[in-house]
């Protein structure tokens, strides 16, 4: 009986795993690049890893000014560090953040005065995953000009977020 009911609500069971609460943003919340007018462009960075045991070292853009980058159902912003956006001269705030493996920051903002007809990187240097038993303590981002290679703002810093605290409770059995 027991075999019969499990059988019977397993495929019910799955079906009502696979589906994904996944809501869209609306298109108002969705960055919009610029469609005339002089502009620059941002992009974020990523450091192949160095051992087969840990991960790429990605720095990414998730806002531009409040808005979420685009980006595909099935990817990660991580996977947008690549994109070029396009974006108006004058002042910007971007919202970025790093993923190494299992490793991440809190997102952070930086904001640069962007100048016509340039590129910009979202450059960092960071403690995690850098060696075995590195501190793990923090990532410094800054946005540099890709043509001259200098930074064009001030350092601004980050952490992971706190470890979750581990609860325990005992299990007693009594037979």
């Given at each position: 009986?027991?075999?019969?009911?499990?059988?019977?609500?397993?495929?019910?069971?799955?079906?009502?795993?696979?589906?994904?609460?996944?809501?869209?943003?609306?298109?108002?919340?969705?960055?919009?690049?610029?469609?005339?007018?002089?502009?620059?462009?941002?992009?974020?960075?990523?450091?192949?890893?160095?051992?087969?045991?840990?991960?790429?070292?990605?720095?990414?853009?998730?806002?531009?000014?409040?808005?979420?980058?685009?980006?595909?159902?099935?990817?990660?912003?991580?996977?947008?560090?690549?994109n070029?956006?396009?974006?108006?001269?004058?002042?910007?705030?971007?919202?970025?953040?790093?993923?190494?493996?299992?490793?991440?920051?809190?997102?952070?903002?930086?904001t640069?005065?962007?100048?016509?007809?340039?590129?910009?990187?979202?450059?960092?240097?960071?403690?995690?995953?850098?060696?075995?038993?590195?501190?793990?303590?923090?990532?410094?981002?800054?946005?540099?000009?890709?043509?001259?290679?200098?930074?064009?703002?001030?350092?601004?810093?980050?952490?992971p977020?706190?470890?979750?605290?581990?609860?325990?409770?005992?299990?007693?059995?009594?037979?």
């Amino acid at each position: 009986m027991k075999w019969t009911v499990l059988v019977c609500a397993l495929p019910l069971l799955t079906a009502c795993m696979s589906m994904k609460n996944v809501k869209e943003l609306p298109s108002e919340l969705i960055y919009q690049p610029p469609i005339s007018g002089a502009s620059a462009t941002v992009m974020g960075k990523m450091e192949p890893r160095h051992t087969r045991l840990v991960g790429d070292r990605i720095a990414y853009i998730m806002e531009i000014d409040g808005k979420r980058v685009p980006k595909d159902k099935k990817e990660a912003y991580s996977d947008t560090w690549d994109n070029v956006y396009p974006i108006t001269t004058g002042e910007h705030t971007l919202t970025v953040t790093y993923r190494m493996a299992g490793h991440y920051t809190l997102p952070t903002k930086i904001t640069f005065d962007a100048k016509a007809n340039t590129n910009y990187q979202l450059d960092f240097a960071t403690d995690i995953g850098t060696a075995w038993f590195s501190k793990d303590s923090y990532v410094d981002f800054w946005i540099k000009d890709k043509a001259t290679e200098k930074p064009v703002t001030e350092v601004v810093r980050t952490a992971p977020p706190p470890e979750t605290r581990v609860v325990s409770y005992p299990i007693i059995i009594n037979n």
